[in-house]
């Protein structure tokens, strides 16, 4: 009878200790909370104060999460509470979700909260429009360019304020810059075409294509630019030794770091994004590193291509299942005021979205930054195209990349396996 | 009708219906009470999402809105994807070649660490460490030790004039890489090996000893027939873990591969079962294929244990 009494004293105990919680929860005036998920986390204090400029103004709190992982998106999206607002570090995913039903299309709220269009950067803009519906707006921007060690091009012969005109000369530059040690392995490169990562949607612009046609609607894996790109890429590694290359580029520091192969003077020239040239990279890990920015050259056949550059970047988009989509509206405008969009992006050194922030005298005073200004107004500057399958298409690119690149295999085979294979895929998914 | 079936020649056969005394009804529901958050967290977070995996298999499977009923075609379409094929070969590597590779280095261990030397428990706990390490920490280390140019591994090695592998690109080297990176992580396998050898009866030994058997014929004929059960118990998790294997390659990927593409390099040499399921239903958001993924596996892992238990029926020796 006693343990009875006991186990009914721990029943009732236990039952208090719960629902105080939830008693303490039911404030009867309690604050508005709007919630913004950003999947990268660089700087995530940053971030918040940002926003608590926009929960002070407006009598609410706006609680930012960053970093968010993949699976804890796709959780929350397609659960009853979603965040206000998500933002990605690419536009990629975008259209798979709003296949998938989990995007709010904005056109209405657009209008609804007065954000002017014209003011974005049409490349940015682009890669958020499907068929005229937008299902995200570009937040922040990046763009590639090349960048040279002068030390090195001084001590190869080069002139050092003078970077390659045409693809042709970087090729040729590379070979001078390449540096090998008495057994043959290498001491410098050059040049590693997917250094720190892939670079093909740059090239393939250069030679004239992208894997899409311009409006996403076909596949153009086998096209000859696709072809022509994935060539140019294979012979930095057949020249030097495909083993050779991946040794060397497998003892280069993190990226992140004062031993990333650029910045410890290893590797001659990369292509790289506007953050670098920002406090949080280069002048902090190597202060001292002599370099210069310059666009991508063009082959020489086709100088007209200078300028172009593959614009993407950031994207913020509200999901379906958001209660309150007026309110998630207001904070996505104000995201996207010049003045905010200047704030974020000067405090992060990537591009602005918008032209009137682009103004900003402060994204002057960083040094080499007006190269990538310059680049994303430029009339070549081309936006990233994205479908419904885009991950499934990128994952099968990056798989022949590797192939081609470090195996030396014929691009041509299987690039048209793929073709082949995914552009039914895309078919169905666009419902042709 | 119930109260028929209480009464007559039925209340004479209580096998049929056994009455319960008051006090074995309270017990049951006490009983029923104190596992139902258990059982309530089976049915919830188990059983439902098991079953409801099993219906999205036969769907086009939509986040939100209503997923379409598409029968068989995830299942067909999977025997027919290339990199699903790709992915189960890797896997059954790691089973066939990693597996036992994994449990011998575990009994040799725990067949030295059983040894009566000095300073015993300082090496258990120092094999033990690193299998409380989280994954990712150990593969990130690894991935230092591994480094083709600069790691210890190739280094330890180029001091005997020996060319190490490059184990980041070479498809050929990363998943041996895995499983040497699995060999350190073994604590947990070589503790249950320790304790079946501690229970090997001293007094088979000292008789086998006394018959004139030397160390390795005692070891070979007394201690491993004796801790054979255990090895099974060893060998079927084993399995079982192999695969579901995914974190380790899932980290070795991003961090070796250049392409952006974190999964499965370098050239697709570590897509795993699971990482190539968590491919699809993540990143590709085909989650009704993702789960038909999941019912293969689960229906080859029973077989698999099946088959184990089966064919090892006869050379495994339970004392009791």
Request: charged share 15%; hydrophobic share 45%.
């Amino acid at each position: 009878m006693a343990n009875r009494r006991l186990l009914t004293l721990i029943a009732v105990a236990l039952a208090i200790a719960l629902l105080l919680p939830a008693c303490r929860g039911a404030k009867p005036q309690e604050e508005k909370v709007l919630r913004v998920w950003i999947t990268w986390g660089d700087n995530p204090a940053q971030l918040q104060a940002l926003f608590n400029r926009y929960g002070e103004a407006h009598n609410l709190h706006v609680e930012v999460t960053a970093p968010v992982e993949q699976e804890r998106i796709l959780t929350a999206l397609s659960g009853s509470n979603p965040p206000d607002i998500l933002v990605l570090s690419g536009g990629d995913l975008v259209k798979s979700y709003a296949k998938q039903g989990l995007v709010e299309p904005l056109n209405k709220w657009i209008e609804a909260t007065g954000i002017d269009l014209k003011d974005i950067f049409e490349a940015p803009l682009n890669q958020c429009n499907a068929n005229g519906t937008y299902l995200c707006l570009p937040w922040g921007t990046d763009i590639y360019a090349l960048f040279w060690n002068k030390d090195l091009f001084e001590a190869a012969g080069l002139d050092p304020e003078r970077p390659p005109q045409t693809m042709e000369e970087l090729v040729e530059f590379a070979d001078r810059l390449t540096i090998r040690n008495p057994d043959g392995t290498l001491a410098q490169i050059g040049f590693i075409p997917d250094f720190s990562w892939s670079h093909l949607d740059l090239y393939a612009r250069m030679f004239g294509g992208f894997w899409y046609n311009e409006d996403g609607t076909e596949l153009t894996l086998n096209s000859q630019p696709m072809i022509d790109a994935m060539l140019w890429e294979q012979q930095f590694y057949t020249r030097y030794g495909p083993d050779n290359v991946l040794a060397f580029a497998s003892a280069l520091g993190g990226y992140m770091s004062p031993d990333q192969g650029f910045y410890a003077g290893r590797v001659a020239m990369m292509v790289d994004g506007e953050w670098q040239v920002g406090p949080n990279f280069i002048p902090h890990f190597r202060p001292e590193l002599n370099y210069g920015v310059a666009p991508f050259p063009p082959p020489a056949a086709h100088l007209e291509r200078a300028g172009t550059a593959v614009v993407q970047g950031t994207v913020a988009l509200i999901p379906s299942g958001v209660k309150d989509k007026e309110a998630a509206a207001r904070l996505l405008a104000w995201m996207m005021s010049p003045e905010i969009v200047a704030e974020e992006m000067v405090a992060n050194s990537n591009l602005p979205t918008s032209r009137t922030a682009a103004q900003d005298p402060r994204f002057a005073q960083i040094p080499n930054f007006d190269v990538f200004l310059k680049l994303m107004g430029h009339p070549n500057a081309k936006y990233i195209i994205t479908t419904p399958i885009s991950m499934e298409v990128n994952e099968r690119l990056g798989q022949i990349e590797e192939q081609v690149l470090h195996t030396g295999a014929d691009p041509v085979p299987l690039l048209n396996e793929a073709q082949a294979e995914l552009a039914p895929l895309l078919k169905q998914a666009l419902g042709q | 009708m119930r109260s028929a079936q209480i009464s007559g020649p039925q209340e004479r056969t209580p096998r049929l219906a056994p009455r319960w005394s008051p006090t074995t009804r309270r017990n049951f529901r006490l009983g029923m009470l104190f596992i139902a958050p258990w059982t309530i967290g089976f049915l919830a977070f188990t059983l439902y999402p098991m079953l409801a995996s099993l219906y999205f298999s036969f769907t086009d499977y939509r986040f939100r809105g209503t997923s379409q009923w598409i029968g068989l075609a995830n299942y067909l379409q999977l025997f027919r994807d290339r990199l699903f094929w790709t992915a189960l070969g890797n896997t059954a590597y790691m089973v066939v070649v990693g597996v036992p590779i994994l449990l011998v280095f575990s009994f040799v261990c725990a067949v030295l660490l059983n040894l009566k030397v000095r300073g015993q428990s300082f090496y258990r706990v120092v094999y033990f460490l690193p299998s409380i390490v989280p994954v990712v920490a150990s593969t990130m280390l690894w991935l230092w030790i591994l480094n083709p140019n600069s790691g210890i591994l190739n280094s330890f090695l180029g001091i005997f004039g020996l060319h190490g592998p490059n184990w980041f690109h070479d498809p050929a080297w990363s998943k041996p890489a895995l499983i040497l990176m699995g060999l350190w992580g073994t604590g947990s396998t070589i503790i249950i090996y320790l304790s079946g050898l501690q229970d090997v009866p001293v007094s088979l030994l000292e008789a086998a000893e006394l018959d004139g058997a030397s160390w390795l014929q005692r070891l070979w004929h007394v201690t491993i027939p004796m801790v054979s059960p255990i090895t099974l118990f060893n060998l079927i998790t084993g399995v079982i873990g192999m695969f579901q294997y995914f974190s380790q390659a899932y980290v070795f990927g991003a961090a070796v591969t250049t392409m952006g593409n974190a999964i499965g390099a370098p050239l697709n040499s570590t897509l795993f079962y699971s990482v190539y399921l968590y491919q699809n239903g993540f990143i590709f958001l085909k989650m009704g294929y993702a789960s038909a993924m999941a019912w293969i596996l689960f229906f080859i892992i029973l077989g698999c244990t099946v088959l184990l238990l089966r064919f090892t029926e006869s050379i495994t020796y339970y004392a009791v």
